[in-house]
Nanobody, 121 residues
């Protein structure tokens, strides 16, 4: 079973920065895509940024130019650098991994438990 563990959330003032990290545990994995989602109170979960195994990235329009997703130094990790944070970025941020097990090519989709990001003065 693939487990995802997020870290790096917290309270920051508007205009500040935070870096989120996500690590996938488990052996014999091949991860195709890692994605950050967020869900604000009373709103639907939305895709924030995604990165493929080849390094292609995609962002929701509201974070373009401010957020950057990247593969971490360790295998099966992903980071989200968030700059120029705004109050509307306040949400629980979730990590998602989509891949397959090497031994049987069975697909998996896993979610982390979420980390709170609060942008407030």
């Amino acid at each position: 079973q693939v487990q995802l563990v997020e870290s790096g959330g917290g309270l920051v003032q508007p205009g500040g920065s935070l870096r989120l990290s996500c690590a996938a545990s488990g052996s014999g994995l091949s991860i195709n895509t890692m994605t950050w989602y967020r869900q604000a109170p009373g709103k639907q979960r939305e895709l924030v940024a995604t990165i493929t195994s080849g390094g292609s990235t995609n962002y929701v329009d509201s974070v373009k130019g401010r957020f950057a997703i990247s593969r971490g130094n360790a295998k099966n990790t992903v980071d989200l650098q968030m700059n120029s944070l705004k109050p509307e970025d306040t949400a629980v941020y979730y990590c998602n991994a989509d891949g397959y097990y090497n031994y049987d090519r069975m697909r998996f989709v896993s979610w982390g438990q979420g980390t709170q990001v609060t942008v407030s003065s």
